[in-house]
């Protein structure tokens, strides 16, 4: 019997170890997990290394990670923003590194980490500072560099709907970075809105298979 | 007497260039003017790098969907025909060449069509390059919208990129206040240029050396 | 106005060139797109390169195309089926190139040529003859094999329905390589059971974004 | 007297094996007769290589979708809970190491887990590979399914593998007619027979040096 639901937030993330590598899903406020940071806020688990788009604004999420000095290191495309105040203090004080990836080569590196790649190679930033000390090689006509995949210990994601089995459908603009994290973690945790019956889910439009998924819990609106 | 484009102007102009039918990215800033001037005779489909093809007008207000937001992370709508995809996905679109127009905001271009757009070199701010590397590798025509100069009067269109590059020999078109300029073997070549804008005037506020084609024309009117 | 719909299946083909490169969907009989590798027969094109998972088999579509002597070059995983007559006889001939490609590496180059990448490092086929002359490099403690794009001139692929945008969807496992096979191509021209009108598909629900596409026709099953 | 296991046996001794849960891909062959044999108690999801999770038993005759197979090409049906994909991320959960169990069919195993099961030496045919080099890299645990020796009675489990490799180092377990053996530092160990099988006579038939622990047992009946 395959049943992934799990009853509180706290059990979802119960295990997530001090210096995990953690993937939050989220675009802007879109299909951010706040709910699920929030418990691993509550969990303690610290020096971590962050993977996702923004750093985090005003004082919930990630920006509360963040001010609670749980994260050592993060890896995102976009760590500036009207409210990433505790991220802007804390990179300036040399109190958190950052790793600027861009953002098709973020999802991309994901996505190689799911897919069993050892890496790949893209034009995204070959000319650029981003490229320094990494291989840069001409295919097709272009320079192209070397990016490695991004593994994670876990991602904390966030769908509508989920049935036992894990199976994910999103919601609009919110599934944005949910569905390539959930291949990419060894332990892939999923905020939904609403579980429903196993075979509810039509499988033409499933969009994140089970088989990615581990524990799914239920957040209602 | 120099009249320069009003970023709508601008907008207008640009939308000019796109065709009927196309499949666009419009980047954060003055490029996203460009939707509001589109004329109702053409078809185009907008894409968002955060999942979305198909995006239409901003929402009624009182009917925004917090979830459903654009790159600049504003509301947006859906028209029919639209879809949703993840960030991946929405990347391939970009990097693998399938989207026809890149309208991108610029810091710099330089004659071989280079883009500076992600960083200055101002040390105090933390790094932040977005989806700007994918945007401007990845289209078949990357179309830049800037100002002709900076708020104090320096060059944006140099010989050479002063800033840290976003990519590479890209630009394929520049359009400022002041000019339309194609990015050529030739380095730039004005095409048009703002009412009243002679060409000594505009090579005096431009950081490389350009070409004045003798059907040089006046920006037409919206 | 973007119709990418057309109305017969010559005209779907009608420009595909002597000497491309095509990408044919299916696995099996599933989501082969019969009548569209028929017209491309009728076309006339000759010396093409055909990259899809089988040989054919019988005497329709692919094994067709060998027969009459269209096809210089396939690429493919799997050609040996019990009605593979065709490509066997020409290929014991000598009259047919073969590249063997693992079925994931040939889907994973098909996506590498759409997603824009100069080309990835996999485990598959690593220690196997198959990576003869090629790059192998040690990744993440196992050897990887480099890899790189396919990409081609014209895709056929077979849908479920589709909408004038070119937005498809498929049905039950003839999906297979479609979705992949569209981002492939210069040109992907694709067969349908049904057109249906703008916004009758559900865009949580897409499965190729109408980007991909270029021509649709419909052929009622 | 040896009395080697049928293949439904095999089957039987493979499902033992498969936890409750798992998500398994069966290879041609022999290995799909697993699905036939694991008890009720056990909810297993099954995936094709063609982009189906959750495959149901065959249809009833008459009821044949077509479009609806497995990577056999024989007709399937989908449970509820099942969901299809592209080929493209049907390999992602083959090669990415979501696959808990991958059962293959094999030609040749060596003591060091290579394996051979896509090609031969015979120049006659022309050469096919299909997604069997996906499936040894990828799955958490790569159980074999094959007769102990050829038809004609050479060793298929052997100190180096003869025919072309279609992995090298992945194989965990062999389940034959006459043994189950497991690949380990120390080469293939013994850990249970068929009935009658006695160390001598398996060894006999095997190409690489078996070790037999203490608590070596007879495979359970079924």
Known sequence: MIDKRVATLAEAVADVADGATVLVGGFGNSGVPVELVHALLEQGARDLTVVTNNAGSGETDIAALIRERRVRRIICSYPRSAGSVWFEQFWRAGEIELELVPQGTLSERMRAAGAGLGGFFTPTGADSLLAEGKEVRVLDGRRQVFERPLPADVALIKAHRADRWGNLVYRTAARNFGPTMATAAALTVVQVREFVELGELDPEAVVTPGIFVDRVVEVAP | ?222
Chains 1, 3 share one sequence.
């Open chain 2, 1 to 222: 007497m120099i009249r320069p484009l009003s970023p709508t102007d601008v907008a207008r102009r640009v939308a000019r260039d796109i065709p009927d039918g196309s499949y666009v990215n419009l980047g954060i800033g003055l490029p996203t003017l460009v939707a509001d001037v589109v004329g109702p005779d053409k078809e185009i489909v907008y894409h968002s790098e955060n999942g979305i093809l198909g995006m239409g007008p901003a929402p009624t207000p009182g009917e925004e969907d917090p979830e459903l937001i654009n790159a600049g992370k504003q509301p947006v709508t859906l028209l029919p025909g639209g879809s949703f995809f993840h960030h991946t996905d929405a990347f391939v679109m970009m990097r693998g060449g399938h989207l026809d127009v890149s309208v991108l905001g610029a810091f710099q271009v330089s004659e071989t069509g280079d883009l500076a757009n992600w960083a200055t070199d101002e040390a105090a701010l933390p790094p932040a390059v977005g989806g700007a590397m994918d945007l401007a590798v990845g289209a078949k025509r990357v179309l830049v919208v800037t100002t002709h100069t900076t708020r104090d009067g320096r060059p944006k269109l140099l010989a050479h990129c002063t800033y840290p590059l976003t990519a590479a020999a890209v630009v394929d078109r520049v359009y400022t206040d002041l000019a339309v300029l194609d990015v050529g073997p030739e380095g730039f070549v004005v095409r048009e240029v703002a009412p009243g804008v002679t060409p000594d005037a505009l090579q005096a506020v431009t950081g490389a050396r350009l070409t004045f084609p003798s059907d040089l024309a006046v920006v037409p009117p919206g």
